[in-house]
């Protein structure tokens, strides 16, 4: 068996937050996705006595090895496809304007530095799109955006990035 964070022991390290020992919080940054029997064995034993306390008060929750694999693998896919097309769009950016357009360029890459999650991402998307089409035409933004749409995985990006 394996432990997984809650959304209580999310909470209780975030910044400011400070309900827990020195030793139940350091057990509880290295939890996710952790054996039962390695986490018992910290602080000469003392550890087991900490994660059913962990447990008992819902910061922990166990979880198949399997199941925490397959969530994981979602969430790295996830970020993996954002970060490939954030790195896609700096790439389409400077090709289509940093030479020609140095200050729509620049004001494109900030954007997409800022750009944290999916949806702003999106928007980015949309406006640097929006630039292709103006400056290259509909055929070539058409052509840029399926490749994003495949780098990008899941429906919901493919759908926003065809609609702008």
């Known amino acids: 068996m394996l432990l997984q964070k809650t959304e209580k022991a999310h909470q209780e390290l975030s910044p400011g937050v400070r309900t827990l020992s020195l030793r139940e919080r350091s057990l509880l940054l290295l939890a996710d996705g952790k054996p039962v029997s390695a ?11 900490i994660v059913e306390s962990l447990l008992h008060q819902g910061y922990l929750t166990r ?15 996830s970020e993996l496809s954002l970060a ?7 790439d389409v950016c400077e090709r289509m304007f940093a030479r020609r357009h140095p200050d729509l360029a620049h004001r494109l890459r900030t954007a997409l530095r800022n750009a944290r999650d999916g949806d702003t991402l999106r928007h980015v998307a949309e406006e640097l799109f929006a630039q292709v ?8 933004a058409a052509s840029l955006r399926a490749q994003v749409s495949a780098v990008w995985a899941g429906p919901a990006p493919e759908m926003a990035l065809e609609s702008c």
């Open 133 to 140: 089409t103006h400056h290259a035409g509909d055929e070539r």
């Open 84 to 90: 490939g097309a954030r790195m896609y769009l700096f």
């Open 39 to 49: 986490l018992q064995a910290m602080y000469h034993g003392m550890g087991a006595q």
């Open 63 to 77: 979880t198949s090895q399997a199941h925490a694999q397959t969530e994981q693998a979602a969430v790295q896919r």
